[in-house]
């Protein structure tokens, strides 16, 4: 295997920020990842995603240098679509990651939601993660909850890495739990449920016609 040369963050990034230009003036809407500080994640969804990820990602030496990347902006573009994340990674060169995940089982949702069922009360609470701790223990579950497991993972990157989880991918990981602080909804959408049906409509009915 050939690497490619070593190139310092900041050309690294001159160059990507040229590139990524081209592709926006060519119509692709790209959305980077920004990350202020050092912390990744700072909401209760956001921080569950990177929790769970890192509690069964076996590439202890890849996780740092992911962390590495994503906190200095080589997340170029991340986008999250039903069942599928698609991003750009600056690196030597741009490179094309794709995760592929599989969709939440009817079982595991039917489950979620008879367990959510009259105690999550409006789309505020659900999205900020004001949950109780029993809903929360069963959304967050490593097993049965609304996060894909290990083997519904399918990662993928054009760099000359032979890693299943080079750095590029790890740095979009991170980056979709970056994704999750600013919004929440798209952990639904790329799980394939609809957030909407653990809320208690009943109660929600209720707050709105006593505030009306």
């Known amino acids: 295997m050939r690497w ?8 690294r990034r001159e160059k990507a ?18 990350i202020q500080g050092r912390t990744i994640a700072h909401t209760f969804w956001g921080k569950a995603w990177c929790t ?23 997340v170029c573009h ?13 690196g030597s060169y741009l490179y094309n990651v794709t995760i592929a995940i599989k969709s939440l089982t009817d079982e595991k949702w039917q489950a979620i939601k008879k367990t959510c069922t009259g105690k999550i009360s409006s789309l505020l609470d659900l999205l900020s993660g004001k949950l109780t701790t029993g809903v929360m223990d069963v959304v967050c579950d490593k097993n ?14 054009d760099c000359p890495d032979w890693a299943t989880m080079c750095k590029h991918v790890a740095a979009v990981l991170y980056g979709i739990g970056a994704c999750l602080d600013a919004d929440p909804a798209q952990l639904f959408k790329l799980r394939g449920v609809n957030f909407e049906e653990l809320i208690d409509v009943n109660q929600a009915v209720l707050e709105v016609t006593s505030t009306g």
């Open 17 to 34: 920020e040229k590139q990524v230009k081209k592709l926006a003036k060519n119509g692709k809407a790209i959305t980077p990842i920004e």
């Open 144 to 157: 049965k909850g609304l996060f894909p497991l290990s083997n519904e993972f399918n990662l993928s990157c």
């Open 52 to 74: 769970h990820m890192e509690s069964f990602c076996d590439h202890d030496n890849r996780l740092p240098r992911g962390r590495t990347y994503v906190r200095n902006g080589s």
């Open 4 to 11: 490619a040369p070593y190139v310092p963050v900041a050309k």
């Open 78 to 90: 991340l986008e999250i679509n039903e069942g599928e994340v698609k991003a750009i990674v600056s």
